[in-house]
Each structure stands twice: as C-alpha cells, then as structure tokens.
C-alpha cells in the first residue's frame, strides 16, 4: 500500500512541487516525448506539477492522470484547465488496484512516486502489466544523499537525514533513485536503462540558487520540521540550524547539487 506522503497536503507542499517542477522541467523531462495517439498512464500526478511539462510536450498523445489523494487530483485538474491543455484525464485511484484493462497502453510515465511506496517493485509490475507488449515506462526519482553543498554543514547533514529517517519509518525510501535498475528489472522490464541527471547551482545563477537550492530542496526539508522535531530527531532549535545552513548554500558563495535518476524500460 502507499504510505504516508510525509511532505503532508498542506497548500504550501502544492507551492513547492510546483516550484519544483518548473525549475527542472529541462533537466527531468528532457528526451521524453509522445506519439501523436498514444494512450499515456501518468501514475501518481499529485497537483500536476509533472503533468502540465509532459502533456505540453507530447500534444497529440493522450493522457490519463491518476493520484490516490482526491484533493490533489482536484487541483490538477484545475491546474491543467487553466493551462488550456484538453487532452488529459484525471482519476482518483490506489496504484496497486488500478481499475483499468491489462495491456491498454502505450507508455507510463511515474515521476517521484516510488519513493512513498512501500513495495515499490509490486507497483512496477502491476504497472507493467497495463502496458502493451513493447510499450515503455519512465520513472524519475530522486535520492536525497546525493545531496552536497557548501560551505559543508553537519546541521544541515543531519536535518536531511530526519526526513530520510521519518520516511524510512513510514515504509517509504527517499534514497530510492540508486535502485531504480533493480527495481525494473525485478518488476520484468527489458531493456532498462538509467541516466543521473544532476542539477548543480552556484553564485553564477541566482535565480536558479533561488529555485533549486530554497524553494524545492531546502523548502522539502523545512516542511518535515513539525514531524522531525515530534519524532524526537532533532530539537527545535538543531533544526532549524540545519534549515539555516541550507539556505547558506543559496548565497553567492555557496553551491548546491543533487541528482535525480530517470530511468527507461520497455514491457515484454
């Protein structure tokens, strides 16, 4: 089953997947495109944040876009309307009992879901047995100790590890992009392949140490404060020195990088 999404639903959590999504829209969607009258499986679209950069890209395919939380398929439906994109679907739905007929489509596209999963290899292979013999899969993940910075901070070190540990105890795995290859392979995909794509900041672009660095990596972490510090992982106020010392990297100074994994895989 999904686990608890321990970022949480709050409107704020919305503002940052978008962020997110806009400033790596290049980096993460790059090389994925649609035939025009493909029928496309966005599994897991949380407030359509991915869905919007991938359904602009492949205009002539057709996308059904699926999210266990109604409350965030609600939004992306809304999101995607005031895009004036016509040619996604939304249902609400539980990745592991999807109601849809085996082999009905083309490609499936997953995009940081796994990590909230608890048998993420269980999820692929139901995945893909809705694809069509030589259909494909993407899945994008990231792996959050790949994170590195400077100035080195041991704070900020040890309040990334609080939501790696708050999700490991809920079943989920926030490393989970260094075994994508196992994963597909497990789950019977062919043919796999997996590429690092890494988003490096520094003084030399402001706007993209403002995007990267705060508003998607340092804004994840600081929303697992309440969680973290209830935990008994850190206190109050050793986390927020860790928040601190992560935003330090945005400076001029300071640089900032993590690499997310994408992989490609092609059903039997």
Known sequence: MPVAYVHGYQEREGERLRDQAAALTELLHTGTSYDAGSLVLEAGCAVGAQTIPLATRSPGARFLSLDLAPGSVALARRAVADAGITNVGFSVADIYELPLQAQSFDHIFVCFVLEHLARPAEALARLRSLLRPGGTITVIEGDHGSAYFHPDSAAARDAIQCLVTLQQRSGGDSLI????????????????????????????????????????????????????????????????????????????????????????????
């Open 177 to 268: 992009g260094r075994r994508l290859y196992p994963l597909l392979t497990t789950a019977g995909f062919r043919a796999v392949e997996v590429s690092p794509r890494m988003a490096y900041v520094d003084g030399s672009s402001p706007e993209l140490a403002d995007a990267i660095t705060l508003r998607t990596f340092t804004a994840m972490i600081e929303g697992t404060r309440l969680a973290a510090v209830a935990a008994g992982l850190r206190t109050p106020a050793e986390f927020e020195a860790g928040v601190r010392d992560l935003r330090r990297a945005a400076e001029p100074d300071g640089t900032f990088c993590y690499t997310f994994f994408k992989a490609t895989a092609i059903a039997p």
